[in-house]
């Protein structure tokens, strides 16, 4: 229904459909893949909340323009922040969101050729003033990532090139203040391998999602319960940053900035936080060292009062 479907209406006539109603094309998708057939719905993310109430067939595509945050054509009032939420709550569905064109065939690839269940491959829309490079070793791999950016003191998740970009320059940021942020690329949003995400999390204290969706719902809530089921957050912090939810049409940096996404409202957060960890961390030493000092304390009373026991015994 919506952009760039022309090129494949000219290519295959013969297999391109438009129904004049959003919930006809839901229900001829169905049919179709009951059919042993494997149907592609492209649609803008505002029209997704129909495409949750699917019937759970074994294999469909489901293409969301202009997702999250982006502004694509349509205009403002296109983008979903609740997508995700929805389909994770009524389908068992596969949900992606690529950084990249080259992320994006991928997850196309694999939607196509290797799932075995229903796939959501949320596309953002509009111009991107940055595309997002991927590391030339980056193998697309089901419930895997790649890391754009080494760091030491925290962990940055994100997906999308809209915010990816922005976790790049929030640890570019961050740096400038004598803080090491690593930043990954995860672009599915509700499936994680543990062989991968153990090993990466291991040697990090601070843990922050970059959600391109409201904070309820999204990757976040999903590595929060995977990482909480597994035991993974011994001693470590995990923060949630995703949009607030409220109605808006602004776009671009200022929507950014609306929902405290942007670099420099980001970079306050997670200095906050391990501001709060570190100071966390000086309250248990200091009161380590107090105890030491009490138990020294008593130690010296009761010798003393044995001492004194002892001089009255002799007495």
Known sequence: TSHYCGRFKQLYPERYLKDTSFRDTINTAAGLSEED????????SALQFDLAHLPAVSRIVMLSLDAGLSAGMNGAGNPNLSDVTSF????KCEILHPCCAEETYSAMHYAIEEANA????????????NLIRLPKDYYFRRGTGAILRKGKDALLFAYGPILLQKALETAELLSMHDFDAAVVNLPWLNRVDLRWLRPLISSYEQIHVIDD???AGGLGDYLLHVCTENQLLQNRRFSIHGADGSDTILTGDALLRHHELDCESLA??????????RLSQR???VARSLNDKM?????????????????????
């Open 213 to 215: 969706h409201v904070s």
């Open 295 to 315: 138990r020294v304390r008593k130690s010296e009373e009761s010798a003393s009062a044995m001492l004194k026991a002892g001089l009255d015994i002799l007495k």
């Open 268 to 277: 306050a957060e997670i200095l906050k936080s391990a501001g709060e960890k």
């Open 118 to 129: 229903p796939s959501l491959i949320r596309v953002s829309g509009g111009k991107m003033k």
């Open 37 to 44: 057939m494997l149907p592609v719905i492209c649609a803008t």
């Open 283 to 285: 309250a248990q030493e």
């Open 88 to 91: 994770n709550s009524r389908t």
